[in-house]
């Protein structure tokens, strides 16, 4: 599958040039407002409504899928429906409770039948992710996903080569840890063991953090 760049017609380096930007810090109520009125890229057409992101707002922990797809679309809220059921599971499996983490995918608005996010998309859409980071002002985050973990990071290596390790995000060097989807390990049982192994490292880094 080619990189999201590439089929854009970019390459690598004109992605990667484009920095990552912070903007002004917002309050939760004009956020949500903002996220709630975008028509900033085309997917605002397709949309039931937003999806914004769920949770605790002061998270210790928080959790960065790519995009919603039909169920979160449909509810307004991320991870919902059975990959939803299995996230929600995998923060049990951390000792903590879905209340207790902060929600939120990269994508606010659903792409038309569940496809890949767009450069572009990412691009426009980001900014509301940095302000949730930045009100939330997590110590871990922890992405979902390749699709996720590459737009974080801006690279096309494998998910595999991703993870058990710490990375940093953003301006803040916010630490970063990548998994699998839940949607994937649906499909992909047998790699439950290594997201386990994933989240026993989240586990640890926040221990040492407290
Ligand atoms: Fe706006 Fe993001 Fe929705 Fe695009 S995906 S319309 S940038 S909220």
């Known amino acids: 599958m080619q990189p999201h760049y590439e089929a854009l017609g970019l390459q690598a380096w004109e992605w990667r040039k484009k920095p990552v930007e912070t903007p002004a810090v917002s309050d939760w109520e004009s956020l949500q407002q903002a996220v709630s009125q975008c028509t900033a890229c085309g997917l605002h057409q397709g949309r039931t409504q937003t999806v914004f992101g769920v ?50 995918n990269i994508l606010k608005c659903r792409p038309p039948n569940n496809r890949d996010p767009q450069a572009d998309e990412v691009q426009t859409c980001t900014p509301f992710l940095h302000q949730q980071i930045a009100l939330v002002k997590p110590q871990l985050l922890l992405a979902v996903g390749r699709i996720a973990a590459h737009y974080l990071l801006k690279t096309k290596a494998s998910l595999e080569s991703l993870r058990n390790k710490m990375h940093a995000y953003g301006d803040h060097n916010t630490p970063l840890i990548i998994t699998y989807h839940p949607a994937y390990l649906l499909r992909n049982p047998a790699d439950k063991k290594k997201a386990f192994l994933d989240l026993q490292f989240v586990m640890r880094t926040l221990r040492q953090s407290r």
């Not at 002061?58 to 979160?72: K, R, S, V």
Request: net charge negative; glycine share 14%.
């Open 55 to 104: 949770g605790n707002p002061q998270a210790q922990l928080m959790i960065i899928g790519e995009a919603p797809g039909f169920h979160e679309d449909q509810q307004g809220e991320p991870f919902v429906g059975r990959a939803g059921q299995l996230l929600t599971a995998m923060i049990k499996t951390m000792g903590m409770t879905r209340e207790e983490v902060y929600i939120a």
